[in-house]
């Protein structure tokens, strides 16, 4: 399948009457063969103050330090996906982020484990959906900003 050189060649050295046809080709090639995106790498968490939501997210939830390059930013690990603490820099409100789910081998042990290190509880492990080869179990804490943290579990 030609790629998107092959497309701008046949654009720019195309006859007038056939440039609608060529622009819909080239806009095709272009946006199936390249540039798709692959996985999540880094989530942004818009907090409050950076130093309290690192001592919950590292020593709460058990996310590995990454690195901190200045008082309003820190960087974490959970597995392959970086998550980013930070102040508002122009986009983001506090306590109003996406919820993150993290995969657990044991809920009830992980919540319990959780909240005995000073998270607070939003919603207890509990089946959320039966499938055909396992069950979905979540639970729910709050990290100090507010923000929901959700536990989940395939149970099989």
């Not at 060649?9 to 007038?16: E, G, T």
């Not at 000073?118 to 509990?126: H, I, L, S, T, V």
Request: hydrophobic share 45%; glycine share 8%; charged share 15%.
């Amino acid at each position: 399948m030609p790629g998107v050189g092959f497309c701008l060649y046949l654009y720019v050295s195309c006859p007038a009457p056939l440039m609608p046809i060529v622009r819909q080709y080239a806009l095709t090639i272009a946006m199936n063969t390249e540039f798709k995106l692959s996985e999540i790498r880094q989530i942004a968490i818009t907090v409050s103050e950076v130093e309290t939501a690192l001592a919950f997210y590292r020593d709460v939830l058990g996310l590995t330090f990454l690195f901190r390059p200045s008082a309003n930013l820190a960087f974490l690990s959970a597995g392959n996906v970086r998550i980013m603490l930070s102040t508002p820099q122009g986009a983001g409100t506090v306590g109003h982020n996406s919820i993150l789910y993290f995969k657990v081998a044991d809920i009830a042990a992980t919540h319990a484990a959780i909240l005995g290190r000073g998270a607070k509880n939003e919603r207890n492990p509990q089946l959320a959906a039966k499938m055909p080869d396992h069950e979905l179990w979540t639970g729910f804490v709050r990290d100090p900003d507010g923000n929901l943290v959700g536990l989940m579990e395939e149970k099989r």
